[in-house]
């Protein structure tokens, strides 16, 4: 009875969302630029009490962004969605999809002479080869990723950058988001978590 009632408060705050990004932070935002939420539901706001982060955050994926079209690609679990595994999603879909000022996008710092627009790519790499949800989270096992493992995979094929640091990092550490938001390797674009601090 408690998770149905649960779902349901949740479903009318997805229902009734009307969080969207201004003109002027679509503008702002680059092809290959990560963007981090807080989903709706018993899910996500398991995924942000777990981690105890900075922010309260529970997904992540890519921003890919054309001139006449801009998406995410992300990794879900189809216990959430109708589609498992890797997938695209309209940005403004993405937003909906995520509690009110919870979003915050951050841009890969590159110090190569690939261009960012090498991460978009890469993940359509992935988008094409229809890889499963890692359910298991298993990050040594690439033939099923969840969401932040595929941003990973991704930077550390087209720029060599582990940015989980594995050699050194705790393995539950590797789950987390932080390393998006306190890691010189990003640069924070936009973050409405700050409005409401």
Sequence with gaps: MFLFIYDLRSEQE????????????????????IILRHGFGFVSDMIVKTLKEKYSLSHCAIICKRPDKISVIHS?????????????????????????????VVRYINNHSKKNSAISEK?????????????????????????????????????NDDIFDLKTSNAKDIQKLKYFFDSPRFRQIINHQNKIK
């Design 123 to 159: 993940a359509r790499y992935y988008l094409r080869k229809n890889i499963a949800f890692d359910n298991a989270f298993d990050i040594k096992d690439s033939s099923s990723i969840y969401c932040s493992e595929l941003i990973w995979l991704v930077i550390k094929n087209e720029f």
């Design 14 to 33: 997805h229902f009734f969302s009307t969080y969207c990004f201004t003109p002027s932070e679509i503008d702002s935002i680059e092809d290959g630029d």
């Design 76 to 104: 879900v679990s189809q216990s959430l969605t109708s589609k498992d595994g890797v997938q695209e999603q309209d940005l403004k879909d993405f937003i909906r999809d995520s509690q009110e000022n919870s979003i915050i």
